[in-house]
Nanobody, 115 residues
Framework: QVQLVESGGGLVHPGGSLRLSCATSGTVSSFNAIRWYRQAPGKERELVASMPRGGNTYYADSVKGRFTISRDNAKNTVYLQMNSLRPEDTAVYYC?????????WGQGTQVTVSS
């Protein structure tokens, strides 16, 4: 069982930046993949960014060039740096990891982009 705790969400103006953090109870470097999803009101949950172990990092077209997924192995923490935020980025953001055959989820953190 892996516990994930997100933080860093909040209210930001359009064009601003936020960095989301996801503290994990496991060893980040051992996970098969680390991912960030988001879910806006009335919409399905969508994959925003994914960093598979040994594979290429993926970004949704809507965030490419603005968001960056990263990890700190020493801190067992995963990050999502979000720049040039837009109102359409407003959503609950979820951290997720794949460990073995299981996928684990955090509780989510709200990001609101509004003037």
């Amino acid at each position: 069982q892996v516990q994930l705790v997100e933080s860093g969400g909040g209210l930001v103006h359009p064009g601003g930046s936020l960095r989301l953090s996801c503290a994990t109870s496991g060893t980040v470097s051992s996970f098969n993949a680390i991912r960030w999803y988001r879910q806006a009101p009335g919409k399905e949950r969508e994959l925003v960014a994914s960093m598979p172990r040994g594979g290429n990092t993926y970004y949704a077209d809507s965030v490419k060039g603005r968001f960056t997924i990263s990890r700190d192995n020493a801190k067992n923490t995963v990050y999502l740096q979000m720049n040039s935020l837009r109102p359409e980025d407003t959503a609950v953001y979820y951290c997720s990891v794949v460990a073995g055959w299981s996928q684990y989820w955090g509780q989510g953190t709200q990001v609101t982009v509004s003037s």
